[in-house]
């Protein structure tokens, strides 16, 4: 195991609603990244947080928000779901921003109806 | 275009057999290069990187073409056990957020 949690594993929304996600990162890691994977294609990269600070974002509206604490552990935050929202959401830590292997969590399954 | 493309598959393929999967990426900047793979349901892991003087890790081997922009990995003697998702990923080329941009992934049956 990678040692990246994530909560919760499933949830179920419906449109019009808001979600927060969850990412504990591997113990000594300073940054995290989300991606979004849609049924059938690859991830995409939503945001990076580095210390604390949004260090890259990806080409997501800006109602997919994040938060990282103190700790490294970081948020995800998504107003106003959608139907295309539907996505299995990762979350990965690493240490360092650039080049550093970049390890997953189980991720969490979000429907929205 | 895709930055990352990858053939989707799905390959089946008998036990034993020898399979090349091939990915092209769009930006010639690009920086790092991996194949990770992907169960069913689960999260994605490395499964190698790759550099452009190839490289092996026991039954697989990953090669890059800088010129050409294009990645790719052989199984030889495939397993029941590789049958999973094999996502080509790339790191962008410009600034140091160490964005992946990942393939589509192409899927692999293998079967007894």
């Known amino acids: 195991e990678t040692g990246v949690t994530q909560s919760p594993t499933h949830l179920i929304k419906t449109r019009g609603q808001q979600v927060t996600l969850r990412c504990s990162s591997q113990?000594?890691?300073?940054?995290v990244s989300w991606y979004q994977q849609a049924l059938g294609q690859g991830p995409q990269f939503i945001f990076q947080?580095?210390?604390?600070?949004?260090?890259g974002r990806g080409n997501f509206p800006p109602r997919f928000s994040g938060l990282q604490f103190p700790n490294y552990s970081s948020e995800l935050n998504v107003n106003a779901l959608e139907l295309d929202d539907s996505a299995l959401y990762l979350c990965?830590?690493?240490?360092?921003?650039?080049?550093?292997?970049?390890?997953f969590g189980p991720g969490t399954r979000l429907t929205v109806l | 275009r895709k930055e990352v493309e990858q053939d989707p598959g799905p390959f089946n393929v008998p036990e034993g057999a020898t399979v090349a999967f091939n990915c092209t990426y769009s930006?010639?900047?690009?920086?790092?290069f991996f194949w990770y793979r992907q169960d069913c349901r689960k999260e994605p892991k490395l499964l190698m990187s790759?550099?452009?003087s190839g490289n092996e890790d026991g039954r697989f081997t990953a090669q890059l073409n800088r010129a050409s922009q294009y990645i790719s990995l052989l199984i030889r003697d495939s397993k029941l056990s590789d049958s999973a998702t094999y996502l080509c990923?790339?790191?962008?080329?410009?600034?140091?957020?160490?964005?992946?941009?990942f393939g589509q992934g192409t899927t692999l049956q293998v079967k007894p």
């Open positions: 990965a830590s690493s240490l360092g921003a650039g080049l550093n292997e970049q390890f």
């Open positions: 113990s000594g890691h300073n940054t």
């Open positions: 947080y580095y210390r604390e600070e949004e260090n």
């Open positions: 930006n010639s900047a690009s920086q790092s």
């Open positions: 790759v550099y452009s």
């Open positions: 990923v790339v790191i962008g080329g410009s600034g140091n957020t160490g964005k992946l941009i």
